[in-house]
């Protein structure tokens, strides 16, 4: 995927904090029947917000077997950046995530404080002419990844439920923080919680199945 400008625009995050909170345990084997060198990607999908901005966390080649054990290797956060205008890059925090109604504060900057609770986000009054405010979420220990990202209005509530982790083929080399919107077509959804495998065939087919007895078969259209 082509990102949408020649920068970064979602530098990692360094956690400031232990990690108190847990991920749903999930995770992912991933098979290939023959050495096709498959390039993948990894984003984040949230459901009450399915059009987000999609960033690129994290880059998997795939030649026999690879197991990624999604919850400790690379655990949710909540994240959240404010830009002011004319500046090289945002301020960021992260918070770890536990469940969609975690409870906290994340104090950006003296002007502007985000709340979070069961009812998602509440954002204060700001100047939008002078700042520019995300949240969304991201993943990874001692680095936090941006995983997807939402651009909130002054004075307004945003629900984003973290749903999913998301691989799709990654069809040229861009750099961890590069936008992957729209979300391609070759993806596969992994849910929280749930333990998958991702099977290609020697066509470079990917087949999503699962070990929880609730999911179903996934493949590309």
């Given amino acids: 995927m082509k990102s949408a400008d020649d920068t970064v625009a979602f530098p990692s995050i360094k956690r400031a904090e232990a990690l108190l909170a847990s991920t749903p345990d999930t995770s992912i084997t991933i098979n290939s029947v023959s050495d096709l060198d498959i390039k993948l990607g990894l984003t984040f999908y949230t459901k009450a917000y399915p059009e987000a901005n999609y960033i690129l966390a994290g880059i998997q080649s795939v030649h026999s077997k690879v197991i990624i054990e999604l919850s400790n290797q690379l655990p949710l956060s909540w994240v959240a950046s404010v830009l002011v205008t004319g500046e090289i890059s945002p301020n960021q925090l992260a918070y770890p995530f536990s469940s969609n109604s975690d409870q906290f504060s994340m104090r950006l900057n003296n002007e502007i404080t985000l709340e ?3 009812n998602g986000w509440r954002i204060p009054p700001y100047d939008s002419r002078k700042y520019s405010v995300r949240v969304g979420l991201g993943m990874g220990m001692e680095e936090i990844y941006w995983g997807c990202s939402v651009t909130v209005a002054p004075n307004s509530n945003v629900l984003l439920e973290a749903d999913a982790y998301e691989l799709f083929r990654l069809d040229m080399i861009v750099p961890v923080g590069y936008p992957v919107t729209p979300m391609p077509p070759d993806a ?25 007895a609730n999911q179903t078969a996934q493949s590309p259209p």
């Fill in 116 to 118: 979070h609770d069961e």
């Fill in 188 to 212: 596969w959804q992994i849910p929280l919680g749930s333990k998958a495998l991702l099977s290609f065939s020697a066509s470079g087919i990917g087949t999503l199945t699962f070990v929880t």
